[in-house]
């Protein structure tokens, strides 16, 4: 397995778990813990949170798919859906909190350019 396979698992994982705690654990204390919500907020904004997580399930799936596609098909998949979350990413930075920059958009950047490397 290749570093940047293993990073890309993780940039997977990562929206796995945003996808669960956008649209399920969104209104409970970590989420508002997380998020920095208190609970009318959350409650206020639950519906939009639950749909930015089936997002964030379709790049984990689409990461997956790009780990688990035979080799002809995965470097594309691959780049697309790191470039997904890279945008995502980048957009949210500018928009939501500046650290989702370092959370979300730098590792997608990093297995980019690890894929891209051969590694």
């Known amino acids: 397995m290749t570093l940047s396979s293993v990073l890309i698992g993780f940039v997977a ?17 970590l989420g508002l813990k997380v998020f920095g919500l208190t609970p009318q907020a ?32 995965a470097p594309g998949l691959k780049t697309f859906f790191l470039a997904c979350v890279i945008v995502a990413g980048l957009v949210g930075g500018a928009t939501a909190s500046r650290s989702i920059w370092l959370v979300q958009a730098l590792p997608a950047l990093a297995a980019l350019a690890l894929l891209k490397a051969g590694r």
């Open 13 to 29: 994982l990562e929206h796995a778990a945003f996808f669960v705690l956008e649209s399920f654990l969104f209104r409970t204390p």
């Open 42 to 73: 959350a409650e206020a904004n639950a519906v939009f949170a639950a749909n930015q997580g089936v997002y964030n399930a379709f790049l984990a799936a689409g990461l997956v798919w790009g780990l688990a596609a035979a080799p002809e098909a």
